[in-house]
């Protein structure tokens, strides 16, 4: 299994434009799909943002289009979220997850479809 390391969190002004990274351990990244998901407090963990193995697909939860934009540098092992126009309501731990999978283009949502997850990192937006 792939190791994951989030980093890019901490207290953040509302409309402030974070970006997070997850970085991954391997050689062999490229045949993972990755996603972001997040919880807040008292809440369960929720989808927010996925990529295929090449990058070429993405999907992201309905109420963050538009805000949010996952991408990811195989060659420096990394995916990216890109978070702008942060709400108080954004605030949560945000965990990425990779799958390892054949499917070069296909992206997945589900918890139960990640087998490897990072330990997270804390986003608070202040408003």
């Known amino acids: 299994q792939v190791q994951l390391v989030e980093s890019g969190g901490g207290l953040v002004q509302a409309g402030g434009s974070p970006r997070l990274s997850c970085a991954a351990s391997?050689?062999?990244?490229?045949?993972?799909?990755v996603g972001w998901f997040r919880q807040a407090p008292g809440k369960e963990r929720e989808f927010v943002a996925a990529?295929?193995?090449?990058?070429?697909?993405?999907n992201y939860a309905d109420s963050l289009k538009g805000r949010f934009t996952i991408s990811r540098d195989n060659a420096k092992n990394t995916v990216y979220l890109q978070m702008n126009s942060l709400k108080p309501e954004d605030t949560a731990v945000y965990y990425c997850?990779?799958?390892?999978?054949?499917?070069?283009?296909?992206?997945?949502?589900?918890?139960?479809?990640?087998?490897?997850w990072g330990q997270g990192t804390q986003v608070t937006v202040s408003s």
């Open positions: 391997g050689r062999t990244f490229s045949s993972y799909a």
């Open positions: 990529i295929s193995r090449s990058g070429t697909n993405t």
């Open positions: 997850a990779a799958r390892r999978t054949m499917a070069i283009t296909s992206t997945f949502e589900r918890n139960s479809d990640f087998g490897s």
